[in-house]
């Protein structure tokens, strides 16, 4: 058990990221080896936030970069749903990656502070996630999203083209910082939860003032002109089958509500400009949850180790006959 242990830690202290970047442990850790990798995550050294990235066309494998930036940023033409080549289709939905994971200054996609910025995820990953109960690779990770925030899409193949294009626009990223530490900036903003439940009401009525000329009303997006031959948006939908599905990060009210918070209304950002008061995206984000959505199947799946679930995932499975606690998972309040 020892000796297993001393694996774990030097899988996710990242002794070997290159051979790490793909695969990993396939290993379900106990509560005790979660806790003790959980620790030594938490206690890694922080680094300054990273905002600048030089100019990528001057990089050797530009031409890579350039198709991940592509993926990235038009994740609809690429590997949508409505892509010529039907093997090609692995996303499943209307967004693109940076509809989440937005532009930051240097324009670049995935690169805005709190925005779940990838500046530093080559120094993150492999990462124990709680969800699997696995160390997982920064790949596992990107298929994560893959098949919840791109809908019900299908994993990328990990020698794909896409995915290796991804990985090496991440390593672009990170040039120059500190291997294995943590940095500022990264994830979402972490906020002081309202200590009550959301109110769907007040977030409609806050929706219809702060959101719904570009979300439009009932959260359903902008069509593009082109839609039904590219499923495009000009405007996002933040519900319906062209959303992302109810296995996401972004359908649980905490990070959703982190997410609207400093970067909602589009334009907000961090700590020094954001737009709604917490409790405001609190209420909102609840109102954009209570829409109907795309069901990921298996979800009772997710999060094996109850001692390890998030309070904010209402999955129906995790509270058999306790129509209360399922709805505190859905609206709070959390602690
Ligand atoms: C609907 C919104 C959404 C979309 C679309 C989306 N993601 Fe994510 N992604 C998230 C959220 C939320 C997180 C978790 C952030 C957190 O909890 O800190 C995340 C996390 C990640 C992470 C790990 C980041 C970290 O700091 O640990 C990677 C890598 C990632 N996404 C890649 C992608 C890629 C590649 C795509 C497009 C194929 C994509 N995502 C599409 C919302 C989205
Ligand atoms: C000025 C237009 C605008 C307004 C107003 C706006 N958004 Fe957005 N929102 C966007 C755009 C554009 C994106 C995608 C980011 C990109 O492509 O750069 C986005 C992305 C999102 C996403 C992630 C992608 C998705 O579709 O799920 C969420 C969630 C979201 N907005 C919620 C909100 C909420 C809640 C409000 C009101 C508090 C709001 N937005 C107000 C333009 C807007």
């Given at each position: 058990?020892?000796q297993?242990?001393?694996?774990l830690?030097?899988v996710?202290?990242?002794f070997?990221?290159?051979?790490?970047?793909?695969?990993?442990?396939n290993?379900v850790?106990s509560?005790?080896?979660?806790s003790?990798?959980?620790?030594?995550?938490?206690?890694r050294?922080?680094q300054?936030?990273?905002?600048?990235?030089?100019?990528i066309?001057?990089?050797p494998?530009?031409k890579q970069?350039?198709?991940a930036?592509?993926?990235?940023?038009?994740?609809?033409g690429?590997?949508?749903p409505?892509?010529?080549?039907?093997k090609m289709?692995?996303?499943?939905?209307?967004?693109n990656?940076t509809?989440?994971?937005?532009n930051?200054?240097?324009?670049?996609?995935g690169?805005?502070?709190?925005a779940?910025?990838?500046t530093?995820?080559?120094n993150?990953?492999?990462?124990?996630?709680?969800?699997?109960m696995?160390?997982?690779s920064?790949a596992?990770r990107?298929?994560?999203?893959?098949?919840?925030?791109?809908g019900?899409?299908?994993p990328l193949?990990?020698e794909?083209?896409e995915m290796?294009s991804?990985i090496?626009?991440?390593?672009?990223?990170?040039?120059g910082?500190?291997?294995h530490?943590?940095m500022?900036g990264?994830g979402?903003q972490?906020?002081?939860?309202?200590?009550?439940?959301?109110?769907v009401?007040?977030?409609?009525d806050l929706?219809?003032i702060?959101?719904m000329e570009?979300?439009q009303?009932d959260?359903?997006?902008?069509?593009?002109a082109?839609?039904t031959k590219?499923a495009?948006?000009n405007f996002?939908p933040?519900a319906g089958n062209?959303?992302?599905?109810?296995?996401a990060?972004m359908s649980?009210?905490k990070?959703a509500?982190?997410?609207?918070y400093t970067?909602?209304?589009?334009?907000?950002s961090?700590?020094?400009k954001?737009m709604?008061?917490?409790e405001q995206?609190?209420?909102?984000?609840?109102?954009?949850?209570?829409l109907?959505?795309p069901?990921?199947?298996?979800?009772?799946?997710?999060?094996?180790?109850p001692?390890f679930?998030?309070?904010?995932?209402p999955?129906p499975?995790?509270f058999?006959?306790?129509?209360?606690?399922l709805?505190?998972a859905?609206?709070g309040?959390f602690?």
């Amino acid at each position: 058990m020892k000796q297993y242990l001393t694996f774990l830690l030097c899988v996710v202290t990242s002794f070997n990221l290159e051979a790490n970047d793909a695969t990993s442990s396939n290993a379900v850790l106990s509560s005790a080896e979660a806790s003790e990798v959980m620790k030594l995550y938490a206690a890694r050294p922080l680094q300054e936030w990273k905002s600048s990235y030089g100019d990528i066309t001057k990089e050797p494998n530009y031409k890579q970069l350039e198709y991940a930036v592509a993926l990235l940023s038009n994740t609809v033409g690429t590997i949508g749903p409505k892509v010529q080549d039907p093997k090609m289709r692995y996303s499943a939905n209307s967004l693109n990656c940076t509809s989440c994971h937005l532009n930051g200054e240097s324009n670049l996609p995935g690169t805005k502070k709190f925005a779940a910025p990838f500046t530093n995820v080559m120094n993150d990953y492999p990462k124990f996630e709680a969800r699997s109960m696995k160390v997982e690779s920064i790949a596992e990770r990107v298929n994560g999203c893959m098949t919840r925030s791109q809908g019900n899409g299908k994993p990328l193949p990990l020698e794909s083209k896409e995915m290796k294009s991804l990985i090496a626009y991440f390593k672009f990223l990170a040039k120059g910082t500190q291997p294995h530490s943590a940095m500022k900036g990264t994830g979402l903003q972490k906020v002081a939860f309202p200590d009550r439940k959301a109110s769907v009401k007040e977030g409609k009525d806050l929706y219809s003032i702060y959101c719904m000329e570009c979300h439009q009303k009932d959260a359903v997006g902008l069509r593009s002109a082109t839609y039904t031959k590219d499923a495009s948006y000009n405007f996002t939908p933040l519900a319906g089958n062209d959303s992302f599905n109810n296995g996401a990060g972004m359908s649980h009210l905490k990070t959703a509500t982190r997410f609207i918070y400093t970067n909602m209304p589009l334009g907000a950002s961090e700590s020094d400009k954001p737009m709604l008061s917490v409790e405001q995206a609190y209420d909102v984000a609840a109102y954009v949850l209570s829409l109907e959505r795309p069901n990921k199947p298996g979800r009772e799946y997710d999060f094996p180790n109850p001692n390890f679930r998030p309070d904010d995932y209402p999955v129906p499975a995790y509270f058999p006959d306790d129509e209360v606690a399922l709805e505190q998972a859905k609206y709070g309040p959390f602690q």
